[in-house]
């Protein structure tokens, strides 16, 4: 008798090996792959700029370090007491503008450095939900907890996302054309969105990423799935019934390992 729907993963046309470089952008659950991907001593880079949930930030990212411009005083925010860009995460802030652009300019170039050299591409997107800069008009990373005033908040279209996919796999490809891009869609609920809303926001991702799967632009990883169907009991979370526990994102790897991991 079986006890549980089992998803099946086609293994990978072109699996991770000892002398690949793999790239990995997007959600916290791009961080999880990393940490396993370290830990088995395997080359890897995740997330130079800090988390990112979005698909726009990842591809504003992407095409600045092709076009080699870097940041200057006016891409930063002063919020209490600690300089900023809209277009990273948090992390990368400090208490001086000067030590802030250092910052920045030193993650461009390693991410500069890891597209010219990898050979995988891992970008794991967590949410349809973008947050526009009002008096910019630029959709930006992170709000960085400035006021909820200064910022509006939009649900981006399959198409709209589909699109910034298409930017980000092309900006990927002019470093490497023979990159190998997966995708994948982060489990994590972003239940401030709501979780009706938090459902509708994945069902456009998915959408937009299997148009981009379905043409051979890209291949798929489906964490999100593993969740949905092996994984839906709360015993596989963390406790804030959020993100993934320890034993769910072992098992998450395991299945990766088999799909996406040379065997040699």
Request: aromatic share 10%; proline share 5%.
């Amino acid at each position: 008798m079986k006890w549980r729907t089992e998803v099946a993963i086609p293994s990978g046309q072109n699996p991770i090996g000892y002398r690949d470089q793999v790239l990995l952008l997007g959600s916290c659950f791009a961080a999880h792959l990393s940490e396993k991907l370290s830990h088995y001593q395997f080359p890897s880079l995740s997330n130079p700029f800090g988390v990112l949930f979005h698909p726009v930030p990842v591809e504003n990212l992407l095409r600045r370090a092709l076009e080699d411009r870097s940041f200057n005083i006016e891409d930063l925010v002063e919020s209490q007491g600690r300089w900023r860009c809209l277009e990273s995460h948090s992390v990368l802030s400090a208490n001086c503008p000067e030590e802030a652009l250092k910052i920045l300019n030193g993650a461009l170039e390693t991410l500069k450095q890891a597209l010219e050299h990898s050979t995988h591409a891992v970008l794991t997107l967590g949410t349809a939900y973008r947050f526009r800069h009002l008096q910019s008009g630029k959709l930006v990373a992170n709000c960085h907890k400035l006021p909820s005033r200064e910022f509006k908040r939009e649900l981006s279209t399959t198409e709209e996302i589909r699109e910034s996919l298409s930017g980000i796999l092309t900006s990927l490809r002019s470093f490497n054309k023979d990159m190998t891009c997966l995708l994948t869609v982060s489990p994590v609920r972003h239940i401030r969105d709501g979780l009706v809303e938090n459902q509708r926001s994945k069902a456009h991702l998915i959408t937009a990423v299997h148009a981009l799967v379905q043409d051979g632009a890209a291949a798929y990883f489906p964490s999100y799935e593993l969740f949905m169907d092996e994984l839906r009991d709360y015993r596989f979370y963390d406790r804030d019934l959020i993100h993934p526990s320890e034993a769910a994102v072992d098992y998450v790897w395991e299945r990766f390992e088999q799909a996406w991991i040379d065997p040699e």
